[in-house]
């Protein structure tokens, strides 16, 4: 399978770098399979870049797969975002948009219960996030090219 990573610059090694906020899947090195949703990520930039990889999934890594949003997708975000560290070497399921994660920060403290927040969190696009969490798990990117996005 190609995935695609959204960013600043050209990566052909990929590496897990520690960000200064939390993100849905908790630190890791993020990649989509959509093309389109990389693009996005990387026009937050001046010098926007998508990098292509191949993924051949490594049978032998711990993997979390959310096919849909649920509870266990909701409190599994609720937790990374919180710092909470988990043992997977992969994460993969829907992106919590800045618009969700509003909704679930709204949520945690308690402005929305639960069910408001499901009426709530309905994607007005897909969205798909595949997250590196380990150096094992890195391994199985081999990186194909990058371009530069036109702005």
């Known amino acids: 399978m190609e995935v695609y990573h959204g960013g600043k610059e050209i990566i052909k090694v990929p590496e897990i770098r520690l960000g200064k906020y939390a993100k849905d899947f908790g630190t890791g ?3 989509t399979e959509l093309k389109e949703q990389a693009v996005r990520w990387a026009r937050r930039y001046d010098i926007p870049i998508v990098n292509l990889y191949n993924f051949q ?20 975000i609720v ?19 800045d618009q969700v994660y509003n909704y679930i920060s709204d949520f945690v403290s308690g402005v929305l219960t639960r069910e408001q927040f499901w009426v709530l969190a309905k994607f007005k ?3 798909h996030q595949i997250n590196f969490c380990t150096a094992e798990a890195l391994k199985c990117l081999t990186f194909i090219k990058s371009e530069e996005v036109k702005v």
Request: net charge negative; proline share 2%.
């Open 29 to 31: 090195f993020y990649c």
């Open 57 to 76: 999934l490594n049978d032998n890594l711990k993997v979390l797969h959310f096919t849909e949003m649920t509870e266990e997708w909701l409190d599994f």
């Open 79 to 97: 937790d990374c975002r919180n710092g909470k560290e988990h043992d997977y070497d992969i994460v993969i399921g829907a992106m919590a948009n």
């Open 125 to 127: 696009r897909p969205t």
